[in-house]
T-cell receptor, first 113, second 117 residues
Framework: AQSVSQHNHHVILSEAASLELGCNYS??????LFWYVQYPGQHLQLLLK??????LVKGIKGFEAEFIKSKFSFNLRKPSVQWSDTAEYFC???????????FGSGTQLTVLP | EAGVVQSPRYKIIEKKQPVAFWCNPI?????LYWYRQNLGQGPELLIR????????DSQLPKDRFSAERLKGVDSTLKIQPAELGDSAVYLC???????????????FGSGTQLSVL
C-alpha cells in the first residue's frame, strides 16, 4: 500500500524566510503528486499538482514543488514566505493502480510577522 | 460558484447514538468522496462515489458506517452506533470527471466535526 511521509509536523518561520517542506512517498510505480493547503478556518484547497512533464511544478501564491523520482520526494518550496502563508500543508499521492488519494499527516506552518 | 456544502458543522453525541452527515457537492461534479480526518493526521478516504455507484468503499467500517448517494448528487454518511474513537472531522469532497480523470482536483467542504462523549 502506498504511504506518504511528512517529517516536519510544525515549522515556524519569520516573514521573508525561505520555506521547504518535505514529502516522501512509498510507491514504485507511476504516481501523481499534490500539495493541498488549509488556511485557518477554511477548507482544504489544491495548491499545486504534478502529473507528468517538467518535474518542477509551479502553483498558486508563489509556491513550487519539485518531483525527484529517485528520492521518492515532492518537496514544497517558497523563496520568501508571508504571514498569510500560515496554514497547514498536506502532501498527497495518487498511485496508478489504486487511484486512491493518500494524504500525509500534514505540516503546520506558522509565519511570524 | 457555490462550493461543497456540508452540514452540520459540529455535532456532539453520546456513544452508542446514531449520527448522520450530509453533503451537497459542486453542481456537475460526478465524483464524491467522504474522508475522515483524525486530530493531527491527514484525511483518510472512507468511500468514493462515481455518480450513484460506490466504486471504492474498502476503507469504510461497514459494521457501523453506511453511506448513500441517491440520484448521484447529495450524499449522506451515517454512523450507528457511534463509538468514542469516531470523534474526528468528516470531510466531503467532489471532483469533476470519473475513472481515469477523477482525483485530479478535489474540492473540499468545511467538514463536520464530530465529538462522541
Amino acid at each position: 500500500a502506498q504511504s506518504v511521509s511528512q517529517h516536519n509536523h510544525h515549522v515556524i518561520l519569520s516573514e521573508a524566510a525561505s520555506l521547504e517542506l518535505g514529502c516522501n512517498y512509498s510507491y514504485g510505480g507511476t504516481v501523481n503528486l499534490f500539495w493541498y493547503v488549509q488556511y485557518p478556518g477554511q477548507h482544504l484547497q489544491l495548491l499545486l499538482k504534478y502529473f507528468s512533464g517538467d518535474p518542477l511544478v509551479k502553483g498558486i501564491k508563489g509556491f513550487e514543488a519539485e518531483f525527484i523520482k529517485s528520492k521518492f520526494s515532492f518537496n514544497l518550496r517558497k523563496p520568501s514566505v508571508q504571514w498569510s502563508d500560515t496554514a497547514e500543508y498536506f502532501c498527497a499521492v495518487l498511485s496508478g493502480s489504486a487511484r486512491q488519494l493518500t494524504f500525509g499527516s500534514g505540516t503546520q506552518l506558522t509565519v511570524l510577522p | 460558484e457555490a462550493g461543497v456544502v456540508q452540514s452540520p458543522r459540529y455535532k456532539i453525541i453520546e456513544k452508542k447514538q446514531p449520527v448522520a452527515f450530509w453533503c451537497n457537492p459542486i453542481s456537475g461534479h460526478n465524483t464524491l468522496y467522504w474522508y475522515r480526518q483524525n486530530l493531527g493526521q491527514g484525511p483518510e478516504l472512507l468511500i468514493r462515489y462515481e455518480n450513484e455507484e460506490a466504486v471504492d468503499d474498502s476503507q469504510l467500517p461497514k459494521d457501523r458506517f453506511s453511506a448513500e448517494r441517491l440520484k448521484g448528487v447529495d450524499s449522506t454518511l451515517k454512523i450507528q452506533p457511534a463509538e468514542l474513537g469516531d470523534s474526528a472531522v468528516y470531510l466531503c469532497a467532489s471532483s469533476l470527471g470519473t475513472g481515469a480523470t477523477t482525483n485530479e482536483k478535489l474540492f473540499f467542504g468545511s467538514g463536520t466535526q464530530l465529538s462522541v462523549l
